[in-house]
């Protein structure tokens, strides 16, 4: 792909997948009427967004049932990207194979290695051999190309209309409550407007692999009530002596809570930096709610 300035028409959105893939259906239901532009791997999005041919980039970060779904840590502290919103999407996968195919011929599955890991029971029930693709519409193409009745895919259902595959089975994943958040990244750092709704911080910092650093990096955020969403914790740079962490809060930066709870994690952390501050998606507060509900105890009953 070569360089060239976005069409002022025709605004363009990076993801990683093939047409089809769930990252490709967030695009288009977030950002209609935006060009979505396909990437074959995580780092191809953020080189298309850093060097202008798309100005933003769309990339799964977490999935309710396989966890983390990208190492976005790697990549985003050192891009010159930002995090600036968030959506969340219900995944709904099915299984997909030639037209003349059935459960009965089909005996290996091709997909994702997270969306195979999201679909345990159908590949147990048919007693399938799963097999690693790059992403789930990948993997459709790839059945579609191979003319074999023998292989069936597991990727979203619009996967079939375009490659021209039928559908066996439908909702095939293990949990209902299967769902990815993805985040929105932009070369710009746009910050969500204080006061205007619910917002979420984001940001990196490092610990030495001392008794008790974490402790004292996060009692900022205890005494002055702030609420942590997300804290994660990576090896930098391949060594053990020093961690990274990835958090996420609720507030903005303006909120003095918040803003006294970063005023003291800077004295007892190195590189920090502030990676978006975004609008929370409503998803949140819903997920919130049925996760708050009191739970039913047999006296109860």
């Known amino acids: 792909m ?9 605004r363009r959105i990076a993801y990683q997948g093939e047409p089809g893939a769930n990252s490709h259906i967030a695009c288009e239901r977030h950002y209609p009427g935006w060009e ?73 599955v091709h997909s994702h290695a997270h969306a195979l890991g999201q679909c345990r ?25 191979s003319g074999d009745l023998t292989q069936a895919a597991i990727s979203p259902p619009r996967a079939a209309d375009i490659y021209g595959l039928e559908v066996l089975a439908t909702d095939v994943e293990d949990e209902t409550h299967n769902t990815t958040r993805f985040v929105v990244l932009s070369r710009e750092f746009v910050e969500a407007n204080p006061g205007h709704g619910p917002v979420v911080t984001s940001f990196t910092f490092n610990v030495r692999n001392l008794p008790a650093a974490l402790y004292k990096a996060l009692g900022g955020f205890a005494t002055n009530g702030v609420n942590i969403t997300k804290l994660e914790s990576y090896m930098v740079g391949g060594l053990f002596s020093a961690t990274q962490f ?24 190195t590189g920090v930096k502030l990676l978006g501050v975004y609008p929370a998606d409503p998803f949140r507060a819903s997920a919130t709610a049925s996760t708050n509900e009191p739970i039913q105890t047999p006296a109860d009953a």
């Open 2 to 10: 070569t360089a060239q300035s976005p069409d002022p028409g025709a």
């Open 36 to 108: 979505s532009v396909p990437c074959a791997s995580f780092e191809e999005v953020f080189a298309t967004v850093e060097n202008g041919e798309a100005e933003r980039g769309m990339i799964p970060i977490d999935n309710s049932l396989a966890g983390r779904v990208a190492d976005i840590h790697q990549f985003l502290p050192g891009s010159g990207l930002h995090i600036i919103g968030e959506h969340f999407l219900r995944i709904q996968f099915a299984l997909l194979a030639l037209p003349g195919a059935s459960l009965e011929t089909i005996k290996t």
């Open 121 to 145: 029971k159908v590949i147990r029930q048919h007693d399938l051999q799963p097999v690693i693709s790059g992403d789930t519409a990948g993997a459709a193409r790839e059945v579609a190309e």
């Open 246 to 269: 990835l958090v996420e809060v609720d507030g903005h930066p303006s909120d003095p809570p918040l803003a006294q709870a970063l005023e003291e994690l800077a004295f007892f952390t």
